[in-house]
């Protein structure tokens, strides 16, 4: 189990992440997703031991691993933690086999301890037959492996992965998702995972930290930010494609159509792209939009249009003909709406 | 009309630029190098001084105790460059030690003050009575100074030290900076102690800069000629430069001749260890990858003495010797460098009471023309030198063809792996003698222009190299839709793109030929003699206040060009820092 109580770290005055409070259960796979410079990396190397929180504490089950108030924290080797970095951090001058073997040789592990290690650890990351090539003889998706592998041998309890797919291409991305979620499985231990694809998040996730400019804007299981985003900021950031949020004022879509279900409220409306529908007719809550681009996806369109400079997408059936003059027509009422800060009210 | 021309103007650009830059190279580099070899090789006389330099009486003196000599200060001072540029290296890039910039700056100044001024600053404070010329300030404060203290090959090496550690030190600091800080933190993930971490993974990862910076500190000692000139020959001392040097001084060419041949081979063999080593491991290729942030260790309580210490080095190579070749300039007594300081060695008349009557340098017309003649020479040869380098990039970089690139670029590196003194010696073998209708060049500036250009050509090449990646390829073609000639777009586009870079390499060869006294002791003009070997001879003949005063002209010309160049450069100190 880890658990933080309003951890906060700030760097020369400012806070890079500010009084963050959550538990995850063994074995659970927390997911850190946020935009870039949110946060997340600092996170992360906080639960490491790499960098040290300036305020609250960090508990690894029952024990305390560092403290920001006291000052008290417990070395990275301490801790049972394994980190695979974004570079992947292989030392070069190691063959694949001596890179894995390396933190056993730190760890002082025996001989033939070590040699089983290696073995399963390769074995499992189907790696065996790269033991003797260098790092730089290997491709990127095997350095990918080779890094896994070197951060599982030592069998660590909790494991640390800071976007550990940007450098792969997409098709090597889906398969090392598959992969890591069964070398997560295997070994049992809690993962927390930094990206800011959403996509991974949503796949990979028994638990997501939506982070945003050091805070936490939600934490939650990943249907949930979908069925119930906390703020408009989780609500634009997950889902594929994310929710509309629609600018409210005076009770009005747009400032500009009135709606009895809107009474005098200003904000955002979120609609999912689902909830509109396409049309040529006009009709109550129908807007004519400005036609930007149509993506197919899964047999559907994500048809997306403008309206007063805001892109809106909605979906359509595969078939039907696109109308001329396209219309949007707005469900009855938002699913959920939220306050000019984003707050979610209702 | 105009049409032929302009087709010639192309095939000009195409082909011509790399066949007329093969000429030149032929001619700078590889002719002299031939010559010198075939005259060895003549049946009579080269092989009577092959014979008489490794098989006689005499070669135990000609050759095998300087080459003994050579190896040992080759070896100690590449080890030792590596020790104290490697350490310095570390400080810098990767911990957190007070004045990081400052250190990192003044560790690289060492290599641009001439290794005579070194070598003068460690006389004017060790040297001892015994062969005249007077004690230095430890034997003036009334300590006995040993011999091996005062000359010979331990100040050698010292010196050398003191001088070629900058260029370790800018190779390792590169190769630290580049390491990427996750491989540091990985390290420390697995609880490896600092130590572990020192020589598991940052020396190991950086090896190949430390042996290349090892092999280019063991062939600048190699070939140097000042230190040992200076340090070793009062005490007989040679070695394989000095001996070079003191045959081709006594007329016995053929011995000189082969003695180079022999400096040359042993300064290639290294560098072509070195070479095998680097290229023969697969572990050395990195890997690429983002997150590559540096991290520095705290140093913790060794912190301050580790400033001290690094703060000592880079003030006794840099600043001590100037100021102690100032002092030494005023000083009559070499014995008390701060009494009775006087003007005399600087701007005194001829008083016969004083130095034997020799007058202050400024009224010596020999200084005056040495002076104008060396920085005629410097700009000269600096403007050829790079006009040559960026030909040849150009050359390299654009109109490929097959051989005669890979010619081209090889003979225009070849200088950097000659010693000084045995390139200048193949001059001789060449041009000291006419050619055809060609008049014998031995003697003339010409030659000695000639020599110092070839000698730069792998720096300004490299410059050249930088000047025109710079401008990509795709500029360039925009210009030559235009319909821009060849040499138009040089001018209107390559030049300007590239005017910063190529006045701080311009500043940099200049500094490099001013401070040279490799080449020039071989082949300058006795009329008109160049400031460097104007001091060297002031000091062999004794006279050090003058050789002091003199070198202190050359450090305070390097010293402009070399500001005004880190001026230009701008960004390159803090890649380092
Ligand atoms: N060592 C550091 N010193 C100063 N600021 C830092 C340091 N590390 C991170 N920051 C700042 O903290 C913020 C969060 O950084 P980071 O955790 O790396 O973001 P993310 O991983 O989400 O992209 C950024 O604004 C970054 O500039
Ligand atoms: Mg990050």
Redesign the pocket.
Known sequence: MISLNQVTKS??G?N??HDVSFSVSQGAFLVLL??????????L?MLAGL?QPTGGQIRFGDTLVADGGSGFTIPPAKRDTGLVFQSYALWPHMTVAGNIEWPLKVAKLSNDERRARIKEAMEMLGIAQLANRYPGEVSGGQQQRVALARMIAPRPNVMLF??PLSNLDATLRVEMRVELLRVHAATGATSVY?T?DQVEAMTMATHVAV?NR?RIEQFDAPERLLAEPASAFVAGFVGTPPANLIPIADGKWFGAIADPSLPGLRGYAMVRAEEIAVTDEPGPRTLQVRLAEIVPMAGRRLVTGIVNDIRITAIADGAARLPLGLRFRLPDAPAAFFDTEGNRIS | MTLPLRRRGQLFASHGLTLAMALILFALVAAPLITIAIQTLQPSSGAQAWGDVLASRLSPNLFWRPAANTMLIGLSVAAGCVLLGGFLAWLVVMTDVPGRAAIGFMATLPFMIPSFATALAWGSVFRNGRVGGGGGLLEGLGFAIPDWLSWGILPTILVLIAHYYALAFTVIAAALAAVNGDLIEAAQMTGASRKRILFGIVLPVVTPAIIAGGSLAFAGAVSNFAAPALLGLPVRMQTLSTRLFGMIEIGQTERGFVLAILLICISAVFLGIGNRILSGRRSFATIGGKGA?PRRFALGGGKSLLAVLAWSICFLTTVLPIFLLLAASFAPSSLALFSNWTLHYWIGTSDPAFARGQPGIFHNPQLISALTTTLTLGVVVAFTANLLGILIAVALTRHKVPVLSSLVSQLSFLPMLLPGIAFAAAYIALYGAPIGPLPALYGTKLLLALALTAAMLPFAVQTGRATVAQISGDIDEAARMTGAGFFRRLRAITIPLAARGLVAGLLISFVNIIGDLAITILLFTPTSPLLAVLSYSYASDGFHQFANAVTLVILVISMFATGAATLLRGRRRENIA
């Open positions: 760097f020369a400012t890079a992440v946020g935009p870039s410079g949110c946060g997340k990396s600092t996170m190397r960098e800071d976007e930094v800011h982070m050091g | 942030k």
